[in-house]
């Protein structure tokens, strides 16, 4: 796909997806932050960067952290995703936060002006990611850290049928290369390619437990990254699909409940 038309089903894919991603997804993803910000270790007063926030999750969580002498700055390609965090942070009562619209390729902030980044579970996403991850570089002050998480090895996510799924009824790739950096050392590889010293990687299986075959389908579908393209089926193609994906997780199902296995893969990162 074309860079710039992936941009495109990108930021307006998310703005379909936030509610449900927020309602469905979010609280089953929570154990990725949480280990992403133990690896980060925010400290007080320290000015944050997360790329790709989404509805902001381990951006609360750093804010917490850093306090009202520090800063988080929490950008995402989606303009409804940066809405709903600023609202979010606002029913919180949280002061400490700023937001921004900014594809994570071209970060609209000056060099060396973070103590730290964080890109939890977005840089699947981007055209270019090497390109993501040297922005993040760019951006970094020397001697600052980063932080990444993304999804693992195709082979280890059980949900992975629903790209040729749903590629088989769309003209193009929805995201050919969602599993490229879960490779065995890509992360690692890609961080270092940046300019980034002192990697560290590590991989977490987890479990993705979802209630019934509903909730299962409103979050990779409505809530998911093939959310623009699903937007656009008819009712008898989201019927065909749901019954596809449905077929392909079938092993992973407990009663009425799906017990969906997955991979992280973290990489913690000095500038």
């Not at 619209?101 to 071209?106: I, K, L, Q, V």
């Not at 980063?146 to 082979?155: E, L, P, T, Y």
């Not at 997780?249 to 969906?260: K, S």
Request: hydrophobic share 40%; with cysteine; proline share 6%.
């Amino acid at each position: 796909m074309e860079p710039r038309l992936h941009r495109r089903v990108q930021r307006y894919g998310w703005d379909k997806a936030v509610q449900d991603y927020d309602r469905y997804f979010v609280p089953l993803l929570r154990r990725c932050s949480e280990r992403s910000i133990q690896l980060l270790n925010p400290q007080p007063a320290e000015r944050i960067l997360d790329v790709a926030t989404g509805t902001g999750v381990a951006a609360f969580m750093a804010a917490e952290r850093v306090g009202d002498p520090g800063e988080i700055v929490a950008t995402d390609i989606s303009e409804k995703m940066v809405r709903q965090t600023e609202a979010n942070a606002q029913e919180r009562g949280i002061t400490n936060m700023r937001f921004e619209r900014a594809d994570a390729e071209d970060l609209p902030s000056p060099d060396g002006s973070f103590d730290a980044a964080m890109c939890v579970l977005g840089l699947m996403y981007p055209a270019d990611p090497q390109r993501a991850i040297e922005e993040m570089y760019r951006v970094l002050r020397p001697g600052a850290r980063a932080v990444a998480c993304v999804w693992g090895r195709r082979d280890r996510c059980g949900w992975a049928e629903i790209f040729p799924i749903t590629d088989a009824r769309v003209e193009s790739d929805v995201c050919p290369m969602f599993f490229q950096l879960g490779l065995p050392g890509a992360l690692t590889f890609a961080f270092q390619r940046a300019g980034f010293k002192d990697v560290q990687d590590e991989r977490m299986d987890v479990t993705l437990t979802f209630a019934s075959a509903h909730e299962l389908l409103q979050a990779l579908f409505a809530g998911g990254p093939v959310a623009l393209a699903y937007s656009r089926f008819s009712p008898e193609v989201r019927e065909q699909v749901h019954r596809e994906f449905l077929d392909s997780v079938e092993q992973h199902r407990r009663g009425e409940q799906f017990d969906i296995p997955g991979e992280f893969v973290f990489a913690l990162a000095h500038r």
